[in-house]
């Protein structure tokens, strides 16, 4: 609602209004001047942006936009917060993860603004014998911790347990988590461990330790494997269910069985989709919990993480921008507690520099630019409300086809969920492949010349059941040859750029071809002659008026000069002695493997 000034003044009282449709007509007047003859819907539609699940970001939103009403913080639907609070009073939990046995450093972050710990113990982690140790100094009755270790969540626990009674931790000031996720596990290694074992444990913990929860709600596992966003709602939504049923079945009410539960969601750098994403599952749960008779308790505890998926091993100091959307965006969602992964978690064990950069990240947010202060800011968007609500859909369907199929158990046993996660990731590395997606110091402004970045091995991280997958994976793969090569001969495999006129003609697509050369660790060279380069490939540079004059003409004497494959950047066309063309939407990494093949660069 507009609330107009005192003196009555309105300032956009002398323009008349402006329908929706005079706006198309608008836009499909400049999109016919770029080529595009359409109006009305198709001419929105022609700037619209596709999205997995099938959902697309249109260019303009309206109040014609209408969404469910969100409700209020802490009140069912929950869209808004859990709490009515939110996370005004003093931000949300910061949440650091440790997978070794560095007692230092799990000091070191919590005096100097983590406030809650993420432990990984047990095979691939923190021996449970030595997590004593590692606690060591640590106020349990202050620092909250959470535990993540798979199949050895009993002895964790049991050991988490012992050492609240042994320092003197009342039992109504232990806080955290058990971290017991049996269907994660099995994710993650394809392995079973039985959920009454862990319905013992949130037994125990309702009863002496309400401050305790015994059950993550991991949907990192179904991420991580290239799982969209409404897939990892989807799987979620199963997993709590299922846990639901369990711990009901042993004796809890719904109320206790939804207060064991904790979900944990990745947060990307793709800010309105994670705002969306973690908005979307406060409202699905609580319409779970609605449907099994206790609506009052659907409001969702959320940890969010920043995804592993999008972290780079190249230029690794782009992911501290990474992290930094995802963080914001966790943040603005509403999520209680946030793990800012550093920024070198791909390479190996994060050094103390990364640790800071990470933890501080989360204190700029909260204490300098005052993000947790106003609950829910983004709601009220119209974008946001309508994009909260067709994620919302789209999770729940794909969750009624997880729970057609007998539940999330059977979806993953059977092969049918992994299936549906590689079919979703395979079309994403199509848009990888093809740039669609950038990725940047990787497949966009990549730097060969970088020192690498040489961190401590990390343990063995748990495998055997869904893959884990990176966005730069292939690219990843094309530089390793590089370095292998550069390692055997002293040089990296290089391919000559010819510009051809002036440059105003030529800059741009030799900008552009030498990015895309050196994203498969292809060294452009593009000063003195192609004899003088040490190339054997080359790759024409210019617009498309200077092609048709002097393409075939140029590319005559480069072959003529020893050239054994001739690259023209730009849209393929019919130019003798070319071999093949890059462009913007091509496949770039067929592109480069192929050059590399040809090249020798094993």
Not at 290 to 319: F, I, K, L, Y
Not at 431 to 447: C, D, I, M, N, Y
Request: net charge negative; with cysteine.
């Amino acid at each position: 609602m507009t609330v107009l000034p005192d003196d009555g003044l309105e300032l956009a009282g002398e323009f008349p209004d402006v329908t929706h449709e005079q706006w198309q007509h608008l836009v499909a007047g400049v999109l016919r001047k770029a080529g595009k003859d359409v109006e009305g819907d198709a001419a929105e539609e022609a700037l619209s942006t596709a999205l997995e699940d099938g959902l697309r970001t249109r260019p303009l939103y309206t109040a014609r936009d209408s969404a469910p009403e969100p409700g209020l913080p802490g009140f069912a639907p929950f869209v808004r917060g859990g709490r009515p609070e939110g996370n005004t009073v003093g931000g949300w939990d910061v949440r650091q993860r440790h997978s070794a046995a560095d007692g230092g450093a799990v000091l070191a972050d919590l005096e100097n603004g983590v406030t809650s710990l993420w432990l990984t113990v047990g095979e691939d982690g923190i021996p449970v014998s030595s997590l004593g140790r590692v606690l060591d100094g640590v106020f349990l009755d202050l620092a909250p911790v959470v535990l993540d270790a798979g199949a050895d969540v009993e002895a964790a626990a049991e050991e988490l347990l012992r050492l609240y009674a042994e320092r003197g931790v009342a039992p109504e000031a232990a806080r955290g988590n058990l971290g017991a996720d049996p269907l994660g596990h099995e994710a993650r290694t394809g392995r079973s461990f039985d959920v009454a074992s862990a319905a013992g444990l949130a037994l125990r913990c309702a009863g002496e330790y309400p401050g305790l929860r015994a059950f993550t709600v991991d949907a990192l596992p179904y991420h991580e494997a290239g799982g969209s966003a409404a897939q990892e709602l989807g799987c979620s939504l199963a997993t709590g269910v299922a846990y639901l049923r369990a711990l009901t079945e042993a004796g809890m009410s719904v109320e206790q069985a939804c207060a064991q539960l904790e979900f944990r969601y990745a947060a990307t750098a793709d800010q309105f989709l994670t705002i969306a994403k973690l908005r979307a599952a406060r409202r699905l749960w609580a319409r779970v919990a609605e449907v099994c008779g206790a609506p009052a308790a659907g409001g969702q505890t959320q940890h969010a993480v920043t995804s592993p998926v999008m972290m780079t091993r190249r230029d690794p100091w782009v992911n501290m921008l990474r992290t930094t959307v995802a963080t914001l965006a966790a943040g603005a969602g509403g999520a209680d507690s946030v793990t800012v992964l550093p920024f070198d978690e791909a390479l190996g064990l994060p050094d103390a520099f990364a640790r800071r950069i990470a933890r501080n990240t989360s204190t700029i947010l909260i204490e300098e630019s005052h993000l947790s202060r106003v609950i829910d800011p983004a709601g009220g968007s119209w974008y946001v409300e309508r994009l909260t609500d067709e994620l919302a859909q789209a999770g729940w369907e794909f969750f009624q086809e997880i729970e057609q199929r007998s539940g999330q158990a059977a979806a993953l046993r059977s092969g049918w969920l992994g299936q549906e996660l590689a079919d979703t990731w395979r079309a994403r590395t199509a848009r990888l492949a093809k740039r669609r997606e950038p990725v940047t110091g990787v497949s966009e402004f990549p730097f060969l010349a970088e020192k690498p970045v040489v961190r401590e091995a990390a343990p063995e991280p748990r495998s055997g059941g869904l893959p884990r997958v990176r966005r730069d994976e292939t690219y990843e793969a094309l530089r390793a040859r590089s370095d292998a090569h550069l390692a055997a001969t002293g040089s990296r495999p290089r391919i000559f750029l010819a510009a051809i006129g002036p440059a105003a003609a030529h800059t741009a697509r030799l900008t552009f071809a030498s990015n895309l050369f050196q994203a498969g660790g292809v060294e452009p060279v593009t000063e003195g002659t192609f004899a003088e380069s040490g190339a054997t490939e080359v790759c024409l540079c210019s617009s498309d008026a200077l092609y048709e004059e002097r393409a075939e003409e140029v590319a005559a004497e480069l072959r003529a000069a020893g050239a054994s494959h001739v690259f023209l950047a730009g849209r393929p066309g019919q130019h003798a002695g070319v071999d093949g063309y890059v462009f913007a939407g091509c496949d770039a990494v067929s592109v480069l493997s192929s050059t590399l093949d040809r090249m020798g660069v094993s």
